[in-house]
């Protein structure tokens, strides 16, 4: 295994402890104690810094890489069709095929989206409500499949291992993950822990980031579409199960802060 560098130890500082850190006081908090009027401009401003912060540590993190002249393959990022992957990928379309079947039914079942809503309340100020907030939300889920993939499972894998056995790795790596998202309380660090731990395990299983990087795109995209279907839903707006009909051309995102 390759040696680590002085600037590994200071990227994974970044991640383990700066990024969580930055999400519950200048991130999440902004979010919380912004006026009504004021939410839907925070929050499009904090989609646009996140989709600039993770995509420039990734690019730093792989340029740290390129320059030590590491092997891709100790970070996923070699496409390897194993039977794992193969099984596993497999499941995954089965899976997201039952899902995208059920959707209509669900968008229509206003007791199921009152439970959604629920469930999302920790984090309802994140969540989109315009159509144009929709498709900056996806292109955040995009930029948080590729790069969280590459920065907490890839890197991070490849610098515990030097430490730790690969069960520890997938088990540390998954608290980690859990706690750089603290701002949206106990249930969120559980729950996005568990799919840390469930995107590190599929890692380990197929040696490639792929599968995980479009598991975790998917994921925070129907979150971020069922997430406004259920708030518009229980606000008393009509939910258009086609997507973004029911948003007027003309509609912007309100100016940044």
């Not at 912004?34 to 912060?53: E, G, N, S």
């Not at 100790?74 to 089965?94: N, S």
Request: glycine share 10%; charged share 15%.
């Amino acid at each position: 295994m390759m040696p680590l560098h002085p600037l590994d130890h200071l990227l994974v500082l970044t991640l383990v402890v700066f990024f969580p850190i930055r999400s519950a006081t200048f991130g999440y908090k902004r979010l919380r104690d912004a006026a009504p009027d004021r939410v839907p401009q925070v929050r499009v401003k904090l989609y646009r810094q996140a989709l600039v912060l993770q995509w420039a540590l990734t690019a730093l993190t792989l340029g740290l890489w390129t320059w030590q002249r590491r092997s891709w393959v100790d970070i996923g990022l070699v496409f390897r069709p194993t039977w794992w992957f193969l099984g596993l990928g497999a499941g995954v379309v089965v899976g997201v095929a039952i899902m995208l079947a059920q959707l209509p039914g669900a968008l229509r079942d206003y007791d199921a989206l009152a439970r959604v809503r629920r469930r999302l309340s920790n984090v309802e100020r994140m969540l989109p409500r315009t159509g144009q907030e929709l498709r900056l939300f996806w292109m955040l889920a995009i930029t948080a499949g590729i790069c969280e993939e590459t920065l907490y499972r890839g890197y991070l894998f490849w610098y515990l291992r030097h430490f730790l056995p690969i069960t520890w790795v997938v088990i540390v790596g998954a608290v980690v993950f859990g706690i750089g998202h603290s701002y949206q309380g106990r249930r969120g660090i559980f729950t996005t822990g568990l799919a840390g731990f469930v995107a590190g395990g599929v890692y380990v299983l197929t040696g490639s980031l792929y599968l995980p990087m479009a598991m975790h795109a998917f994921m925070d995209a129907w979150s971020g579409y069922v997430g406004r279907a259920a708030l518009r839903a229980t606000e008393g707006t009509p939910v258009d199960t086609t997507g973004l009909a029911d948003v007027p051309a003309s509609e912007s995102l309100p100016p940044q802060a």
